[in-house]
T-cell receptor, first 113, second 113 residues
C-alpha cells in the first residue's frame, strides 16, 4: 500500500468546514483512498473512500486531485462530536485478499466551540 | 454500513487469568476478521488475521500461544488473552471486511491488575 502523509493536528471552529489534507504521491493506479476516524475510546469509523472522482456521502466529501497524489476530506459543518483522529489510508480494495488496513498516525482534529 | 460488535466492552481481571473477547459481524458473513491492539496515544497495531475454519496468522512479535484466536463460524471470532499480565492491558479492536470496506468493532478495554 502506498504511504500517506497527514498533518499531526488541526483545529476547526464549530460550524465551519473542516478540511483535512492527505498526501499520497506514490499512489498506484488501482489504489483507492480511504478515510476513517477514531473518536476517543471507540473503534475506527469508516467515513468515505474514492478512486479518482470526488465523492460525497452523508458524513463528508472527498476531493481527490487530478493527478491523485493528494486528497482532502471535507466535513462541511464541523461539530464538537467530530473531534477525533482522522486516518487517510491508500490501498487496493477488492483484490486485497486478506490484507488488513495499516494505520499511520493520522490527524488529530479538534473542533472548538 | 456493516456492523461489527464486540463483547465485553471492558473487562478487569487479575494477573494470571485468561480473558476471552468476542467479535461478531452482525449483518454479514466474514471469512476473515482482523484483531488490532491500541496502547494509549498510539495508533492501531495489527495483531493477527483470523480465518474461518483455519489457523490464524499472527504478526511478527505477537505470541500465538498467548493470544489464542478461534474463528469457528462466519460471524464469530474470539480472542483469548491467556495468563494475562499488566502489560497486556490495552484496547483490543476487531474488524471485518465487506465489499472492499473494513468495518471495526467498538473495542474492548482490558485492564489487568
Amino acid at each position: 500500500d502506498a504511504k500517506t502523509t497527514q498533518p499531526t493536528s488541526m483545529d476547526c471552529a464549530e460550524g465551519r468546514a473542516a478540511n483535512l489534507p492527505c498526501n499520497h504521491s506514490t499512489i498506484s493506479g488501482n489504489e483507492y483512498v480511504y478515510w476513517y476516524r477514531q473518536i476517543h475510546s471507540q473503534g475506527p469509523q469508516y467515513i468515505i473512500h474514492g478512486l479518482k472522482n470526488n465523492e460525497t456521502n452523508e458524513m463528508a466529501s472527498l476531493i481527490i486531485t487530478e493527478d491523485r497524489k493528494s486528497s482532502t476530506l471535507i466535513l462541511p459543518h464541523a461539530t464538537l462530536r467530530d473531534t477525533a483522529v482522522y486516518y487517510c489510508i491508500v490501498r487496493v480494495p477488492h483484490n486485497s485478499g486478506n490484507t488488513p488496513l495499516v494505520f499511520g498516525k493520522g490527524t488529530r482534529l479538534s473542533v472548538i466551540a | 454500513g456493516a456492523v461489527v460488535s464486540q463483547h465485553p466492552s471492558w473487562v478487569i481481571c487479575k494477573s494470571g487469568t485468561s480473558v476471552k473477547i468476542e467479535c461478531r459481524s452482525l449483518d454479514f458473513q466474514a471469512t476473515t476478521m482482523f484483531w488490532y491492539r491500541q496502547f494509549p496515544k498510539k495508533s492501531l497495531m495489527l495483531m493477527a488475521t483470523s480465518n474461518e475454519g483455519s489457523k490464524a496468522t499472527y504478526e511478527q512479535g505477537v505470541e500465538k500461544d498467548k493470544f489464542l484466536i478461534n474463528h469457528a463460524s462466519l460471524t464469530l471470532s474470539t480472542l483469548t488473552v491467556t495468563s494475562a499480565h499488566p502489560e497486556d492491558s490495552s484496547f483490543y479492536i476487531c474488524s471485518a471486511r465487506q465489499r472492499g470496506v473494513q468495518y471495526f468493532g467498538p473495542g474492548t478495554r482490558l485492564t489487568v491488575l
